[in-house]
């Protein structure tokens, strides 16, 4: 398996375009988040889902940013319009059910920066 | 609620030093703890969870629920371990989101 994969790697756009972030998760995994890292606030829970359900978005900062998951292999992270105050990496990770024996896989994170 | 504390936003050693991230936890029921480790520019990994009682890269971690701590300890620094550091914490019934302590970055001088 070749883990949590997102994309792009790196994203650089100008503040009021719209920014599409993607992750798929492992396979067979159920759980499917997204993180933000900061400096100033560290790793920040925006959302997660089970089964391809949104759970809990309660770390979703705005109205700005929308998230789906259309099926178990694909999940976007949206932000619309983009702003600076946005610029962070942005992390998904995937686990299965029983999770407390092995964590979360992250994938290795989008760099976005609005300009 | 739970909560993740991570006191030290940077913690500088020299090679060969002990080393002791502090870790404090506040749940109100049984708690599972992990340590996961960022190198540089890298994705973040799992090293090491309370219930293996395991011992990954000479690191330790033992839960103390008298203290709610979970400090990572090694005896002697690496330079290869300077990286960032993050406690997280979830409960033990059904499945529970992890939640992430603000981390600690840990350098390793030679």
Redesign the interface.
Known sequence: DAG?IQSPRHEVTEMGQEVTLRCKPISGHD?L?W?RQTMM???E?LI?F?NNVPI?DSGMPEDRFSAKMPNASFSTLKIQPSEPRDSAVY?C?SSP?????????????TRLTVV | AQRVTQPEKLLSVFKGAPVELKCNYSYSGSP?L?W?VQYSR?????LL?H?SRESIKGFTADLNKGETSFHLKKPFAQEEDSAMY?C?L?G?TG?Q???????TRLLVSP
Do not use: M
């Open positions: 949590v759980y988040f993180y606030r560290g790793l829970l997660y089970n809990d992390f990770a059910s029983r999770q407390s024996n092995y964590g979360y896989t992250f994938g290795s994170g | 599972e992990f996961y890298q994705r973040l990994q799992l969870r219930i993050y997280a979830s033990n499945f989101k992890l939640v992430f302590g603000t981390g």
